[in-house]
């Protein structure tokens, strides 16, 4: 998670504000075509580094207040029960929906058309965000960068005390990242989304 938000993440914010001052420049030169040649790189950085940024605060450290739904997120809970039946079969859902996408992207809980409305569980490709009225309660980061360090990561690990076991947790074992990401959502977090939405969290 550290190599995650230190390089990945800075990577995104770097790209967006190189694209956004370059974006300045075409403006004041009427360059047009600079302009619309800006527009995916400010979509995919942009939404990057708006993913990231709700990603990091929709976690929280294992065995914290935050993590028990009943007593962090007690609107919430009573919504996804109601539309799935139960917490485990919202769990289960969620799974099977994240483990079927396929290349890079995000998995969402989100609330249509504004707080506190129906529950969606949707995936969004690559950088994609989540905007307009829709509220991404919380979302778990599928890239590959997020659970699978490189083997000569491994190899140091192999090679030193620098690493712990829990830095090399996951590599390509997908459905074990997925299960374990539960143990780690704050569900304060998301129940504050679901009942007041993002708007103050966007404003980046
Ligand atoms: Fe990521």
């Known amino acids: 998670m550290e190599l995650h938000h230190q390089k990945h ?3 995104y914010v770097n790209n ?12 004041q030169t009427n360059d047009v075509s600079a302009l619309i040649g800006l527009q995916q790189k400010i979509r995919f950085n942009g939404g990057g580094h708006i993913n990231h940024s709700l990603f990091w605060k929709n976690l929280a450290p294992p065995n914290t207040p935050g993590n028990d739904i009943s007593s962090a997120a ?3 809970r009573e919504a996804i029960v109601s539309q799935w039946g139960s917490e485990s079969a919202f769990v289960k859902a969620f799974n099977t929906l994240l483990l079927s996408l396929q ?21 969004t490709k690559d950088q994609d965000p989540i905007v307009g009225p829709d509220v991404p309660v919380f979302g778990v980061d599928m890239w590959e960068h997020a659970y699978y360090l490189q083997v000569s990561m491994k190899t140091l690990y192999l090679c030193s005390n620098t690493l712990t076991e829990n830095d090399i947790k996951y590599l390509n074992n997908k ?30």
């Open 74 to 76: 007690p609107t919430l």
């Open 103 to 123: 290349g890079s992207g995000w998995g969402w809980l989100v609330s249509t058309g504004g707080p506190r409305g129906r529950l969606e569980i949707i995936t």
């Open 9 to 11: 993440h800075q990577t």
């Open 16 to 27: 967006l504000n190189a694209a956004l001052s370059a974006h300045v420049s075409a403006t």
């Open 175 to 204: 459905a074990g990242y997925v299960d374990g990401i539960w143990n780690i959502i704050n569900w304060a977090e998301a129940e504050k989304r679901y009942t007041a939405g993002v708007e103050s969290l966007l404003k980046l």
